[in-house]
């Protein structure tokens, strides 16, 4: 009897720099490959593109609008057309004063962001033993002030790729406030 299979590896969708805003998303062979740009023309909205290598396409999957003064939206598109603007209040219920949030993704399934160790994961709602399904692991510089030694990557498992895009969009506004208010507090010591 041959040995039970393995369970597929994790992603590791490394980005490209540090920014929220002008970034790149890709596995090493390009299977999953996003980019993430606010073009100093429209500098209040963030889009999210997906590159297909196989049919050469680049579609614009979700739109991230922060005007000043007023709240974040959302928006997800299909291939044949745009979709709602909606809240991102509305997409990612907060935790109170947590920096986390849940959402809920297209397949129905409810994740929750969550910091552990000052860093993200995202985990099933409903799991108890708070399995990561995405984890955040930061960049890493030589001697703390060079180089980077390490880019930042999302570990993605194989069972939460049916999802990605969401994940993507989630984890840059959970990480937008996480910044935002660490920005905050060293004002308030200040």
Not at 143 to 152: H, N
Request: charged content about 30%; aromatic content about 12%; overall charge positive.
């Amino acid at each position: 009897m041959p040995p039970p299979k393995k369970p597929d590896p994790p992603h590791r969708i490394q980005f490209a720099t540090n920014s929220l805003r002008n970034t790149t998303l890709a596995v090493d062979n390009d299977k999953f490959y996003y980019e993430i740009v606010t073009r100093f023309w429209h500098p209040h909205l963030t889009k999210i593109n997906k590159f297909d290598y196989e049919a050469r396409v680049v579609t614009c999957v979700a739109e991230i609008e922060a005007l000043p003064k007023k709240e974040v939206k959302v928006r997800f598109n299909t291939d044949e057309s745009e979709g709602p603007w909606t809240k991102a209040s509305e997409f990612i219920k907060c935790d109170g004063s947590n920096v986390g949030g849940t959402f809920v993704a297209g397949d129905g399934i409810e994740y929750r962001w969550k910091t552990h160790k000052r860093y993200l994961q995202l985990v099933k709602s409903d799991d108890e033993d708070k399995v990561p399904i995405a984890e955040y692991h930061p960049y890493r510089r030589h001697f703390f002030i060079f180089r980077m030694s390490q880019y930042a990557w999302l570990e993605v498992k194989p069972e939460a790729t049916a999802a990605l895009e969401k994940i993507i969009v989630s984890y840059l506004l959970v990480e937008r406030r996480r910044r935002q208010a660490k920005i905050r507090v060293k004002l308030e010591h200040q």
